[in-house]
């Protein structure tokens, strides 16, 4: 008897598969047949990304919905397994003219309005005219409401109309998180947002009170956290450190951290907190001086000293993760309060916020 072939397995072990493998992994099989291709869609298609100047998206994006609307597999299987978005606008050389520049919007309006299954949105609009973005939040005002969009991530001091207009088309009780480039997007996300439990933005420590500066630039103000009185995850990045507070964080690393960890432990439903680590307070080798160097077992020699600090400021946090590179030093209190400590380079890609902490 012939043993059964890969692609006669129940769907139900195709599924399965696919949540283990990358797209690079899935090349082959996705092109096999059709019905290998509608398997596997959800894991293939999870993410869809669109990056290039205004002219490669305009044709991109016109690529797109045009299959959509021609093509069933792409209708049927590929358009309803999307879950995350990118849209990335490049330079370009010359800017738009009137006519021109209209069309952009109008794709990008079009594609949020076909995929209704959408979990995560992250834009980057930076080179849009004033008369592109204007035209974008006209379109996205008659957008239909996603029943399970998470998180939207804008980078490059976002669009606060077009922000307060994503976020009113979604359902209060599934958007959990928003993710910014910068903090100028903090005073409309908590308007219409007041119930937020997820956050990233850029932060300066050591935290200050009472310190106010432009909001162009990255704050070290606290109130720009404990006024979403809701959050339940912080991600704080990228974290600035004041330059004249190095040699200081050196000598006590705990100055780094002893305002912010006072100010959200007000916070009754925080539960996890992620930072930057700042590799700006490492220094030179010294033999025989713990937490000199530039490799790991100095940044493990700050980060242990930072989580006992964290977890005994602030009872009720469950975790805390510390960014380096492209690892995470974790670190999670257990039911028996011992502290579990973790280094982590296999992240998963689509948990919220964006691989950091789960």
């Not at 397994?81 to 050389?93: G, L, N, Q, R, S």
């Not at 079009?110 to 008369?131: E, T």
């Not at 907190?273 to 713990?290: K, N, R, Y």
Request: charged content about 20%; glycine content about 6%.
């Amino acid at each position: 008897m012939s043993s059964p072939s890969f692609s006669s397995l129940p769907r139900e072990v195709h599924l399965e598969i696919g949540k283990f493998l990358r797209p690079s992994e899935m090349a082959g099989i996705i092109v096999a047949s059709k019905s290998m291709r509608e398997g596997y869609a959800a894991s293939f298609f999870h993410d869809m990304s669109f990056r290039g100047t205004q002219g490669d998206l305009v044709g991109e994006l016109a690529v797109f919905i045009v299959a959509n609307k021609t093509k069933a597999t792409a209708r049927d299987v590929v358009v309803p397994a999307i879950k995350y978005i990118t849209i990335e606008i490049e330079p370009d050389v010359p800017s738009p003219v009137l006519e021109i520049g209209l069309i952009l919007p109008r794709l990008i309006s079009s594609c949020f309005r076909v995929m209704r299954n959408l979990q995560g949105i992250q834009l980057d609009l930076w080179w849009l005219k004033d008369f592109q973005r204007d035209e974008l939040c006209d379109m996205c005002a008659g957008l239909p409401v996603w029943n399970s969009l998470r998180s939207i991530n804008m980078e490059n001091e976002a669009d606060t109309e077009l922000l307060a207009i994503l976020v009113s088309k979604t359902r209060p009780e599934s958007l959990s998180g928003l993710q910014f480039g910068a903090q100028t997007e903090l005073q409309v996300a908590r308007q219409c947002s007041p119930f937020l439990r997820r956050l990233v933005v850029p932060f300066k420590l050591p935290a200050s009170t009472d310190v106010v500066g432009h909001s162009r630039f990255v704050s070290n103000r606290t109130s720009l956290l404990t006024q979403f009185g809701r959050l339940e995850w912080l991600v704080l990045t990228p974290t600035h450190v004041k330059p004249l507070s190095i040699d200081m964080i050196r000598e006590d690393p705990k100055v780094f951290l002893n305002v912010l960890v006072k100010e959200l432990s007000k916070l009754p439903y925080i539960k996890r907190l992620g930072l930057t680590f700042p590799s700006l307070v490492l220094a030179e080798h010294q033999p025989g001086v713990p937490g000199t160097g530039e490799g790991l077992p100095a940044v493990e020699h700050y980060v242990r000293q930072w989580n006992e600090q964290i977890f005994a400021g602030i009872p009720a946090l469950q975790q805390v993760a510390f960014i380096h590179g492209d690892i995470v030093l974790r670190a999670a209190r257990e039911a028996d309060a011992t502290i579990r400590f973790s280094i982590e380079s296999d992240l998963d890609r689509h948990s919220f916020p964006f691989g950091t902490l789960y």
